[in-house]
């Protein structure tokens, strides 16, 4: 149990052109979803936090007009990279919560590897 | 933003030998968790750590939740080829009402058969 997925798992677009990104928990729903950006041989960074049926809590310095993001259900949420450039090219990882015994804890997607030329 | 200490920052090992690595933080943590992360692939949980001084084990796997809650280890013993890839650690506490993470830079972990 406690898959998560993601769609695409790596896309190639323009400069200035938008990027979406879905996130979906496949056997469970998911009390609330992240999604990370990973530059390369660095760590995981918290972008935004997401709780279905309410705006995303963004960190500091992630604009929110730039990664727009969607929780529409409880196993669906959606990241979209707006007007993106070369310097937004990234391995973007979203994590599900899942209430467990005592804990949420956090299962992550598999990725995806958003290149702008 | 915040990380966590992780040392090493990488280790090459022969098959069969035990691994270490740490992690340090100066923020106390509801929990620590360990992930390992393949080459273009998410991070896979492997072991969650809630209790200070829990010592918790998976397999092959060991790690200890530190007793003031600002550190973990992660051992792996016997290790094989497979075990390669990248191991973090994450603290995870409650931040405006959500479970945040915060991770460690990572231990690049290479096996040798």
């Known amino acids: 149990g406690a898959v998560v997925s993601q769609h695409p798992s790596r896309v190639i677009c323009k400069s200035g052109t938008s990027v979406k990104i879905e996130c979906r928990s496949l056997?469970?729903?998911?009390?609330?979803m992240f999604w990370y950006r990973q530059f390369p041989k660095q760590s995981l960074m918290l972008m935004a936090t997401?709780?279905?049926?309410?705006?995303?809590?963004?960190e500091q310095g992630v604009e929110k007009d730039k990664f727009l993001i969607n929780h529409a259900s409880l196993t669906l949420s959606t990241l979209t990279v707006t007007s993106a450039h070369p310097e937004d090219s990234s391995f973007y990882i979203c994590?599900?919560?899942?209430?467990?015994?005592?804990?949420?804890?956090?299962?992550f997607g598999p990725g995806t590897r958003l290149l702008v030329l | 933003g915040q990380q966590l200490n992780q040392s090493p920052q990488s280790m090459f090992i022969q098959e069969g030998e035990d691994v270490s690595m740490n992690c340090t933080s100066s923020?106390?943590?509801?929990?620590w968790l360990w992930y390992k992360q393949d080459p273009g692939e998410g991070p896979v949980l492997l072991i969650a750590?809630?209790?200070?001084?829990e010592l918790t084990s998976n397999g092959r796997l060991t790690a200890q939740f530190g007793i003031t809650r600002k550190d973990s280890f992660l051992n792996i013993s016997a290790s094989i080829p497979s075990d390669v890839g990248i191991y973090f650690c994450?603290?995870?506490?409650?931040?405006?009402?959500?479970?945040?993470?915060?991770f460690g830079k990572g231990t690049k972990l290479t096996v040798n058969p």
């Open positions: 056997d469970f729903q998911a009390t609330t």
């Open positions: 750590l809630y209790k200070a001084g």
């Open positions: 923020s106390i943590f509801n929990t």
């Open positions: 994450a603290g995870q506490k409650t931040q405006g009402g959500s479970e945040k993470l915060v």
């Open positions: 997401s709780n279905e049926g309410s705006k995303a809590t963004y």
């Open positions: 994590s599900a919560g899942r209430l467990g015994v005592s804990k949420e804890t956090q299962y």
